[in-house]
C-alpha cells in the first residue's frame, strides 16, 4: 500500500525483536486498532442485518422478505474499499490523517456489507467461526512474531496465490459451481491463514525501518491494522462458507 508495501522483510535470525519494549508498543497499537476495526464491522453489520429502517438501503428483498441483492448504496458499500485501496497506490505521501480515514472508511463499508454474514447464516454458527478464527488468528500472528525464519519467500507466493484466488473466484461468480467455491475456500483459508503470520513478520521488519518518525508509526500503524483486519476478514468469511450453517 504505497510507501507502506514498500518495505522488506530483513532476515529474521539478525535481530531480537520479541524483547524490544519499542516494538511491543508499536504492535500492541496495531492490535488494538484491528481488534476495535473488527468490533465496528460487526456492530454495524447487526445493525444493517436487523433494523429495517437502515437494511432497505443497502439490500433488496422479494416479497417473502427473502434477500435477493444489493442496491445501488449497497454495491457501492461492497466495491468501495478495493476502489480506495487502489487509488491510495498513487498517493506518493499518506499522511496519517489520510491513513487513519482510509483505515476507518474500509472497516465501515465492510460492516454495510458484511450484514450478509447475519442475513445467511444462524447467529451460533457465526460466533463459533468468529471464535475458531479468532484462535487461528492468535496463533498464526505469534508465529510469525516470535520465529526467526524469514517469511518473505512465503509471502511472494501467497500474494501470487491470492492473485490467483481472486480471478478464480470473478471467473466462479459466473459458474456457480459449487466444488469450484469449496476449492476456492479451502485454498483462501490457506492463503489468509499463511499470510496473518508473513504481514506480522512484515510489521516488525517495518517498526526498524521507520527509524523512530512518529508520522511514519502513525502511518504504519494504520496500513499495518488494515493489512491484519483484512486476513481476518477474510479467513473468517471463508471459514464461514466452509462451515457456517445457512439459515
Known amino acids: 500500500m504505497n510507501d507502506f508495501s ?10 531480537d525483536m520479541s524483547r524490544d519494549e519499542g ?18 464491522t460487526g456492530a454495524l453489520a447487526w445493525t444493517v442485518a436487523f433494523y429495517p429502517p ?65 442475513i445467511v447464516y444462524d447467529l451460533g454458527s457465526i460466533a463459533q467461526v468468529f471464535a475458531v478464527t479468532a484462535i487461528a488468528f492468535g496463533g498464526l500472528s505469534l508465529v510469525g512474531y516470535t520465529t526467526k525464519k524469514d517469511l518473505s519467500g512465503m509471502g511472494s507466493f501467497l500474494i501470487m496465490a491470492l492473485i490467483g484466488l481472486i480471478v478464480a473466484s470473478i471467473v466462479n ?4 459451481n459449487s466444488m469450484f467455491d469449496f476449492i476456492i475456500s ?13 504481514d506480522t513478520q512484515k510489521l516488525k521488519s517495518i517498526y526498524y525501518q521507520l527509524g523512530g518518525s ?10 499495518g ?8 476478514i477474510n479467513l ?9 450453517d445457512r439459515r
Not at 422479494?62 to 461492497?78: P, Q, S, Y
Not at 491494522?225 to 481476518?232: G, I, K, P, Q, T
Not at 473468517?236 to 457456517?244: A, I, K, P, S
Request: proline content about 3%.
Open 6 to 15: 514498500r518495505y522488506t522483510t530483513p532476515d529474521a535470525p539478525s535481530m
Open 23 to 40: 516494538l511491543r508498543s508499536f504492535m500492541l497499537g496495531v492490535y488494538n486498532k484491528m481488534g476495535l476495526g473488527l468490533l465496528i
Open 54 to 118: 437502515v437494511t432497505q438501503y443497502f439490500f433488496t428483498h422479494d416479497a417473502t422478505g427473502a434477500l435477493t441483492g444489493f442496491t445501488l448504496l449497497g454495491i457501492i458499500a461492497r466495491f468501495a474499499p478495493l476502489a480506495l485501496l487502489l487509488g491510495t497506490m498513487f498517493i506518493k505521501n499518506i499522511s496519517p490523517g489520510m491513513a487513519a480515514f482510509v483505515y476507518w472508511f474500509i472497516v465501515a463499508a465492510f460492516g454495510i456489507s458484511g450484514a450478509v454474514w447475519f
Open 173 to 176: 461468480m459466473f459458474l456457480q
Open 186 to 198: 479451502l485454498a483462501g483459508v490457506v492463503i489468509f491463514a499463511g499470510l496473518i503470520a508473513y
Open 214 to 223: 512518529e508520522a511514519k508509526m502513525n502511518v504504519a500503524t494504520s496500513f
Open 225 to 232: 491494522a488494515l493489512e491484519l483486519y483484512l486476513d481476518f
Open 236 to 244: 473468517f468469511t471463508f471459514l464461514l462458507r466452509l462451515m457456517g
